[in-house]
């Protein structure tokens, strides 16, 4: 699934600013499907540089490729919209986004002359309870094609205005912190019983978010423990799932690269639907991003590997724990380097949990994306955080029960600059040296080079030319955060 996250180095060919922005993401879809080969546009229905007329575009400029590749049964567009619980102020816009599925409907039928609903499904973000999901659904269900036969002035709305189709929609519930992602299958569950869901369900795991705010380590087994739980699900209730991860090309995000796609999957076996971020897209040759969607296309959704959920839990705690204190610590640092970390789309992104969960605290961060390209501008790989109170037989159970952790972090480690440890507390910078020794690893002398520039001009408040230093470090890793 192609998504718009803002975490390339590197602008396509169709972009003629440095950000990407309006007309762009038209251009962008229209890309993905035919030169990338994915299968799946993601369509993020907030922020003001949203387009809703995104099928009328893409069939009206591009009509030839999608006479030839129907938009909802060869390729997918699916909308995100807004969670009215946490984004109060966004909840009509939510309800404009439901609207919209059957007006572009329509603009497919005229096109097509047949009937194709060119989007019929909508991921609905840091999902807390079956109620949210099943809202959006219901909602749909009874108030917009619910209204058709519903009368104004004697006459139905359905004769008014025509019929109001896809019937009904998948809502896919996107989870992404601790406390509902080691409730997934219970939520999952739930929706399924009161929606009365009988054939496949997709749900969205959180890749990214939870890293931000509990630490890479915590991250992946809170992955590890929901897709456990979802399949003992799926097996339970006779309904296929569908997990989708939410993976970016930084090793805090997941290690999710063209050329690591084997890895990742080795990682994940259970994940039906990875996401392909900009920087996947961009960021490294055409054709291997192609080959590497081919690979992922071509593989078997599998069963996941086991883990031990007692232990993994007890390993969350420990491990988030320790990265809350050391984040709260470093914010300043990275809040004050993330002002130069440059944009790269136009659209406001949406709120993220750690600016959601943590106002009360005082601390703020920026998005993931910042935040990773703030410390790895420093030279300071944020994996590195929250794993020194870790045993031996902590890494014994982590070998067990994930894939390529190791190699994930030899990857991070490549950007490790020991220079940047004089920036943090002395406490913090032995506990981070202390886990950088722990794992075999080579330096990337050029990053090394670029990372030591940032780090001699930040100590002297000289930041001219910062945000250019921090691009160039970013090009040499092949994303931006």
């Not at 509902?180 to 009988?198: F, N, P, Q, S, V």
């Not at 639907?273 to 599998?302: C, H, N, W």
């Amino acid at each position: 699934m192609s998504t718009q996250h803002p975490d390339n180095v590197r602008q396509p060919f169709f972009v003629e600013n440095s950000v990407i922005g309006g007309d762009d993401e038209i251009k962008e879809a229209f890309y993905t499907f035919s030169n990338l080969k994915i299968k799946e546009q993601l369509w993020d229905c907030e922020g003001k540089e949203v387009d809703n007329f995104v099928i009328e575009k893409l069939l009206t400029k591009y009509d030839d490729y999608f006479r030839r590749h129907e938009i909802g049964k060869d390729v997918f567009v699916t909308l995100r919209g807004p969670n009215p619980r946490v984004e109060k102020n966004k909840g009509k816009l939510l309800l404009e986004t439901l609207e919209s599925i059957p007006r572009n409907y329509d603009t497919a039928y005229h096109f097509y002359q047949k009937d194709i609903a060119p989007i019929f499904e909508i991921s609905i973000p840091m999902v807390s309870s079956a109620h949210e999901v099943l809202m959006v659904k219901e909602y749909y269900d009874k108030f917009i094609t619910g209204k058709k036969l519903k009368k104004v002035n004697n006459t139905a709305i359905k004769e008014w205005v025509g019929d109001f189709k896809p019937d009904t929609i998948n809502v896919i519930p996107l989870i992404e912190d601790k406390e509902h992602m080691l409730r997934a299958a219970e939520i999952t569950g739930e929706y399924l019983d009161k929606a009365k869901i009988e054939g496949h369900q997709r749900v969205w795991l959180a890749r990214s978010d939870p890293s931000l705010n509990y630490g890479n380590l915590s991250a992946i087994l809170l992955n590890k423990i929901a897709l456990q739980d979802l399949h003992y699900l799926s097996e339970k209730k006779s309904v296929d799932l569908y997990p989708i991860i939410g993976c970016g090309s930084a090793p805090f995000r997941g290690n999710f690269r063209p050329d690591n796609v084997k890895n990742a999957m080795a990682a994940y076996p259970s994940v039906q639907t990875f996401t392909a971020q900009s920087a996947f897209k961009y960021d490294y040759p055409e054709e291997l991003v192609r080959k590497a969607v081919e690979k992922i296309e071509e593989a078997k959704m599998g069963k996941p590997m086991e883990v031990d959920e007692k232990k993994a839990r007890e390993m969350i705690e420990k491990v988030s724990s320790e990265y809350q204190k050391q984040v709260t610590q470093i914010a300043p640092l990275v809040n004050q380097m993330s002002s130069y970390v440059p944009e790269r789309r136009k659209r406001k992104l949406h709120i993220g949990l750690f600016g959601y969960s943590r106002k009360q605290t005082g601390v703020s961060l920026p998005r993931a994306i910042k935040f990773c390209g703030a410390m790895y501008s420093f030279g300071l790989p944020p994996e590195l955080l929250g794993m020194s109170s870790l045993t031996e037989k902590d890494y014994d159970f982590i070998s067990t029960v994930t894939a390529s952790f190791d190699e994930d972090m030899k990857d991070s480690l490549k950007y490790f600059n020991e220079e940047s440890l004089k920036l943090l507390p002395e406490k913090i910078q032995k506990q981070v040296k202390s886990v950088a020794s722990r794992f075999e690893h080579e330096t990337d002398e050029r990053h090394k080079k670029v990372t030591s520039l940032i780090l001699k001009d930040f100590r002297a408040n000289s930041f001219i030319g910062m945000s250019e230093k921090v691009e160039q470090a970013a090009a040499i890793r092949g994303f931006l955060g």
